[in-house]
């Protein structure tokens, strides 16, 4: 009787122990989850952007970047995207000169105030 009472408390602990880790591998996989989607919007964006500045046009009319709305409809529910834009000079200060010499792209990709995803790139003016 001694041995079963043991037996039992054996393997309620061995499942308390094993439930305990499955729950903690999949609040891991949904946070990777959660940033490999956020990276694959940041890298997109990115390659938008240096795809649509390629053209001369597009590039000094900084104010009209890409469309990201396709890109947009990838991004779940409560995901935010902020896209920064800075001119450059080519020894990495502010530009004085319109357009500038080189652009700074950043992308952020956030979650309830906390960072998934950040990506940059530098493009410069194909003039």
Do not use: C, H
Request: aromatic share 4%; no cysteine; net charge positive.
């Amino acid at each position: 009787m001694v041995e079963i009472l043991i037996s039992l408390a054996i393997i309620g602990v061995v499942i308390v122990a094993v439930a305990g880790s499955m729950a903690s591998n999949l609040r891991v996989s949904s946070s990777t989850n959660e940033q490999s989607l956020a990276m694959e919007y940041v890298n997109g964006a990115l390659e938008q952007y240096r795809i649509y500045w390629k053209s001369a046009a597009n590039y000094n009319a900084a104010a009209t970047p890409p469309r990201l709305s396709d890109l947009n409809r990838m991004l779940p529910s409560g995901f935010t995207a902020t896209i920064r834009a800075d001119n450059l000079s080519l020894n990495g200060g502010a530009a004085t000169t319109s357009p500038p010499p080189m652009r700074k792209i950043t992308i952020t990709v956030t979650r309830n105030g906390r960072t998934l995803a950040r990506g940059a790139t530098l493009i410069g003016n194909p003039n």
